[in-house]
């Protein structure tokens, strides 16, 4: 996704999605199959860092561009499409974490050609391979992040995940949840307790 048309979280509508919206809006279907295009990428990479599941970040992307299609009518242009879009894919993971604390079921293998894999096997540093010792001190921090990460409320690992996978601002990480940044700040501080906590000695 090119930084120029998406633009950032909180960032005005460029013009180029402002015309593509307006003329979704309209009923041009070609325009609305254009923006998402252009936003699609974005919505996987988002959904796969939040849920770590292939399977359940294809459902968040088809959920949310369904969304989009029905309310895009009620887009008013008050705040960039990427908060409005995001905000949209940020309340499908919050219902699908909830779920998964109801279920207390976890799923964070990805699909490869290889045939699924933990996904955080695919940020070991590849000198890992060659230092057995590295290697099993990478699977104990790894199996100790899961760990930790499902101690937190579906909200605080939304949060984590966004500031420290995604990249986001508290910002904007505020506006996509539909909070003000000192929530954020908030929940970003109470998760980050929880997961030194039981880091313990990784930390």
Same mark, same amino acid.
């Given at each position: 996704?090119?930084?120029?048309?998406?633009?950032?979280?909180?960032?005005?509508?460029?013009?180029?999605?402002?015309? /593509?919206? @307006?003329? !979704?809006?309209?009923?041009?279907?070609?325009?609305? +199959?254009?923006?998402? %295009?252009? #936003?699609?990428?974005?919505?996987?990479?988002?959904?796969?860092? /939040?849920? @770590?599941? !292939?399977?359940?970040?294809?459902?968040?992307?088809? +959920?949310?561009?369904? %969304?989009? #299609?029905?309310?895009?009518?009620?887009?008013?242009?008050?705040?960039?499409?990427?908060?409005?879009?995001?905000?949209?894919?940020?309340?499908?993971?919050?219902?699908?974490?909830?779920?998964?604390?109801?279920?207390?079921?976890?799923?964070?293998?990805?699909?490869?050609?290889?045939?699924?894999?933990?996904?955080?096997?695919?940020?070991?540093?590849?000198?890992?391979?060659?230092?057995?010792?590295?290697?099993?001190?990478?699977?104990?921090?790894?199996?100790?992040?899961?760990?930790?990460?499902?101690?937190?409320?579906?909200?605080?690992?939304?949060?984590?995940?966004?500031?420290?996978?995604?990249?986001?601002?508290?910002?904007?990480?505020?506006?996509?949840?539909?909070?003000?940044?000192?929530?954020?700040?908030?929940?970003?501080?109470?998760?980050?307790?929880?997961?030194?906590?039981?880091?313990?000695?990784?930390?």
């Amino acid at each position: 996704m090119a930084q120029d048309a998406a633009g950032t979280v909180g960032a005005r509508v460029s013009p180029q999605v402002d015309s /593509l919206i @307006r003329a !979704a809006q309209a009923g041009d279907q070609d325009a609305f +199959e254009q923006l998402v %295009r252009t #936003y699609d990428q974005s919505v996987l990479r988002l959904a796969m860092n /939040l849920l @770590r599941s !292939a399977e359940d970040s294809r459902d968040v992307y088809q +959920e949310a561009f369904l %969304r989009v #299609y029905r309310n895009l009518h009620a887009f008013r242009f008050d705040c960039s499409f990427h908060t409005w879009l995001y905000r949209i894919v940020t309340n499908i993971c919050l219902d699908q974490l909830r779920k998964r604390k109801v279920r207390k079921e976890e799923s964070p293998t990805i699909e490869t050609r290889e045939g699924p894999m933990d996904r955080m096997d695919t940020f070991e540093e590849e000198a890992a391979h060659a230092d057995p010792e590295r290697s099993l001190w990478n699977r104990q921090l790894k199996q100790r992040i899961e760990s930790a990460l499902e101690d937190l409320t579906p909200r605080e690992r939304l949060v984590f995940e966004m500031r420290h996978y995604e990249g986001l601002r508290l910002r904007n990480i505020g506006e996509a949840l539909g909070t003000t940044e000192e929530a954020a700040k908030n929940c970003l501080f109470r998760a980050t307790r929880k997961m030194r906590a039981v880091l313990g000695d990784f930390t």
